[in-house]
């Protein structure tokens, strides 16, 4: 309404006048005739996943964030991932390298973007997964979408080892009992959004082979190799993949998805490096509005809060260490003053363990050398014992 | 003096079950004598019978030069004809599946399928409209409140029918989600599905994630429903690390899913495929007759290749019609049950996209108060473990306050149990029944040895 009334006022003065009558009735109808003639944009909210998967990219901040996209009366929201995929910091892990079971960590995420909009949101919002990099669980949270657009370098998978990841471990209708619940929920994953369950079973199932040729410009899919010039393998069949292979990033045993290669079997609907082509891209270019949300906010906030915990923890860890040195006190008061520090140590350990739980993983605890939260409460209850028997 | 906590817990759990499943109230008969079996494909299956049970005939034919037995369920037959001179009391011809089943099995948990809405008592008088009347119960929430035998037990589902028939249901769907669990519980919660849920509702299963005992559990359930990300098999019986039930053992819980089935009338072919690497074929005539073969070839739809073990998608379990529907929403659900109206019974709450009704409310409340007494129950433990180390040295004094302590610990694991008996078998591997002789008195004994030294 505002460039119109703009324009209007570069007119001669008659028309100018009526231009001013028409803008006041207009300021009057105001809402019923911005909705006739220049329907509100589009309301777009982004959510940045980076970091590591399950411990920066965790359900808390990002409910909090979808919350946030609500609140803002979202229309589209676009979901941004970019895991890091590394052994640690020097070294990345190949694309063949499998982590599979992160599927029950991914799972308590995707409910975010699928149930709790049925449940929580007015209106069901336009939901984006725009992938850069998502291997390892993070690759089965686009799916949730039937929307998913690649950066140019993006790659989803890394979730291969159905069929060897419990090898040598108890008996075989065991092992394949494992494999088959775990691809039945994959496979639902996919399901729901419309994809072909085939898809996830060659991201997932080493030695699986997945053809497809088009038909009427639609991909078809078959479990086997390709019998016809117009058809394409997306995996080599092979149990593992070559050194060769491995280095040079064409591991073939399992699907991992690259721009080109799901932009071809529909997986992606485009490819898109910057924001902006992504909303050209949506066809949301034209008369759309990129809210100024929490979302960034948020999810730095839980990574600062438990950097902070994971800080925090190790210290009071250190000063129980310190404290147990002396706590030989001489006195009926010292040792009780003592027990009470550490009571309170104690306390402040089980409560940030078990305030950030879902980030706190057994890979966390490994690597801070953290133990487990039990030991924590049995330390302390031990303390209670040692103060009730304990005489001036 | 440490108790440990153990938590071995499917090895004994499996043991369980299989007592429990020779005390089944199912009742079987050692049946004798011909029968001339006409199935409903017009074949005739001709032998003498083995067993007979809810309907079930085994059947001794002759395949080639040996014999081999084969298990007729009731929803293959057409018409049973006997051998009148071998048995007087079962002479009558039975026109019927649900005859036979009556008639080989005289108890109520054998009773013919139930007819909805034949229950014993008169329900409440139905407020509303006038359109049926329906509640969803849940079979576990997932995130660790899920597991058949702890958090899905027979005895609050049993406790909950009062509570429905007061809302005047109808319908109760079931919505499972649960990674499956004990497998002690299975027949119990068969039991109260088939004898209690479906004499009284039409009883449905709607499937999110039913996986080992909780598929064996909505087994007994014959309309089932999934959502779209649903996932329902992987029934293999297993303890410790990774080891399978084998033998003997494992012949009894497949035994126990072929009558299962029967109940639920899926075809048994379905649940072995789910328990055991058997291959699952089907074919789906014009007619929309299914037919599952345990083979990968003789099939159009190959469901469980040779070497895997069956778990059903929402899509393969729709396509051979073990699903009636697939539904993400209550709304999808009532379209696929075909209800043009329904009345969703309870009130809604944050976090939910079904209402809660006073019967789903007793189950949230017996998970909640179960989860609570699990995580309570480790420190219980541990500050007994704890007194009775202590206790080992120091002055009569400290033995004293240390034994107080201790029992004050040995009353609230105690109770704990006394609420969930299986919590017996999960926190210590022992069965519910044995905990007072193999936990209780010897703990018992313990604090009283050291109160005794201090008497000394």
């Known amino acids: 309404m505002l460039s119109r009334f703009m324009t209007w006022t570069g007119l001669s003065g008659a028309v100018r006048a009526i231009g001013l009558c028409v803008a006041l009735l207009a ?33 808390t901040p990002i409910r909090q964030a979808m919350r946030d996209a609500r609140d803002n009366n979202a229309d589209v929201v676009i979901v941004k991932i970019d895991a890091k995929w590394e052994r640690d910091e020097y070294q990345p892990l190949p694309d063949n390298a499998a982590n599979f079971d992160e599927l029950f960590r991914a799972q308590k995420i995707m409910p975010i973007f699928a149930e709790e909009l049925q449940r929580d949101w007015p209106k069901q919002p336009r939901v984006v997964m725009w992938v850069k990099r998502a291997m390892g669980g993070p690759a089965f949270i686009p799916f949730v979408s039937p929307e998913i657009y690649f950066t140019s370098d ?15 471990k108890g008996d075989e209708v065991v092992r394949q009992k494992q494999y088959s619940l775990r691809m039945a929920r994959a496979e639902g994953f996919l399901i729901r959004s419309g994809y072909d369950p085939k898809i996830i079973n060659a991201m997932c199932r080493p030695g699986y082979q997945l053809t497809y040729r088009m038909e009427g410009g639609r991909p078809v899919f078959f479990s086997r190799a390709p019998e016809r010039p117009d058809e394409f393998a997306l995996t080599s069949g092979e149990m593992k993949d070559s050194m060769e292979e491995v280095v040079r990033g064409t591991t073939k045993s399992v699907l991992t998805l690259n721009a080109d290669t799901a932009r071809a079997i529909g997986v992606s609907k485009g490819t898109a490096d910057t924001q902006d082509d992504l909303i050209f891209q949506l ?107 304990d005489k001036k | 003096m440490n108790i440990a906590i153990r938590r071995l817990v499917t090895g004994l759990a499996f043991s369980l079950v299989l007592g429990a499943g020779l005390m089944m ?80 099995t005289p108890a109520p948990a054998v009773a013919p399928a139930p007819t909805p809405g034949a229950g014993d008592e008169p329900k409440a008088r139905k407020p509303g409209s006038g359109a049926p009347r329906a509640a969803v119960l849940t079979l576990g929430e997932g995130d660790g409140k899920d597991m058949v035998g702890v958090y899905v037990m027979a005895k609050p589902l049993h406790d ?43 009883t449905v299963a709607w499937v999110d994630w039913a996986i080992s005992a909780a598929a064996m559990t909505s087994h007994a359930m014959e309309e089932i429903y999934m959502t779209p990300e649903g996932a329902y098999g992987a029934c293999t019986g297993w303890s410790g690390e990774l080891v399978a039930v084998k033998d003997m053992d494992l012949e009894k819980i497949l035994f126990q899913m072929e009558k299962i089935s029967t109940r639920g009338n899926h075809d048994p072919k379905i ?39 069956l778990t059903f998608n929402s899509q393969t379990a729709a396509k051979v019609k073990f699903s009636a529907g697939t539904a993400a929403t209550l709304d999808e659900l009532a379209k696929a049950m075909q209800l043009p109206e329904v009345e969703w019974v309870g009130v809604k709450k944050p976090g939910y ?64 149990i006394n609420n969930n008996p299986n919590m017996a078998l999960f926190q210590f591997n022992i069965m519910p029944e044995k905990f007072r002789e193999e936990w209780v008195e010897p703990t018992e004994k313990k604090i009283k040895e050291l109160t005794k030294k201090e008497k000394k």
């Not at chain 1, 979730?159 to 060897?164: C, H, L, Q, R, S």
């Not at chain 2, 067993?51 to 079930?56: L, N």
């Open chain 2, 25 to 104: 109230p199912m009742a079987q008969a050692e049946a004798a004598g011909r029968a001339k079996v006409t199935l409903k494909d017009g074949s005739v299956v001709e032998g003498e019978i083995v067993r007979e049970a809810e309907g079930i005939i085994w059947l001794k034919v002759k395949s080639g030069k040996t014999d081999e037995t084969r298990m007729i369920a009731p929803t293959e037959v057409s018409k049973v004809e006997r051998d009148v001179t071998d048995a007087e009391t079962v002479a009558k011809p039975l026109d019927k599946p649900a005859e036979a089943a009556a008639s080989a």
């Open chain 2, 353 to 416: 996209i079904w209402p809660i009704c006073k019967a789903e409310q007793m189950q949230m409340d017996f998970r909640e108060k179960t989860a609570r007494d699990e995580q309570q129950f480790q420190e219980y433990v541990q500050i007994l473990n704890a007194a009775l180390q202590m206790g080992s040295s120091g002055s009569e004094e400290t033995k004293a306050k240390l034994a107080g302590k201790a029992r004050e610990m040995m009353n609230k694991i105690m109770a704990a």
């Open chain 1, 154 to 168: 993006a790659k989803v998978g890394g979730v291969g080892g159905i069929g060897v990841m419990l090898e040598g």
């Open chain 2, 271 to 309: 649940m072995r495929a789910m328990q055991i690497m058997e291959p699952l074929s089907a074919t789906v005539s014009p007619q929309g007759e299914v037919t599952f073969y345990q083979d990968t070839t003789s099939g159009d739809i190959l469901l469980n290749p040779k070497d895997r073990v």
């Open chain 1, 27 to 59: 300021g009057v109808f105001g809402t019923r005739l911005a909705r006739a003639d220049d329907p509100a944009p589009t309301r777009i909210y982004v959510i940045e996943l980076n970091g590591e998967f399950g411990y920066d990219i965790s359900q």
């Open chain 2, 160 to 202: 909950a029918i009062p509570l429905l028939k007061a809302e005047g249901v109808d319908i109760v769907v079931f919505r499972v989600n649960s990674g499956g669990g004990a497998l002690l519980e299975i027949q119990k919660l068969s039991d109260v599905i088939y004898n209690e849920y479906r004499k009284n509702f039409r």
């Open chain 1, 283 to 389: 066809g949301l270019s034209k008369n759309s509005q990129v809210i100024d949300g929490k979302s960034k906010r948020i999810m730095e906030a839980w990574k600062r809060d438990i950097n902070n915990a994971t800080r925090d923890i190790k210290k009071a860890l250190q000063d129980l260490g310190q404290g147990q040195e002396g706590a030989g006190g001489n006195s009926y008061e010292a040792r009780t003053q003592m027990r009470g520090k550490q009571t309170r140590l104690l306390d402040d350990i089980i409560a940030k363990l078990k305030r950030f739980e879902e980030a706190f993983g057994p890979r966390w605890h490994g690597v801070n050398q953290v133990p487990p939260i039990q030991q924590f409460e049995l330390r302390r209850e031990e303390i209670g014992l040692q103060q009730l028997v």
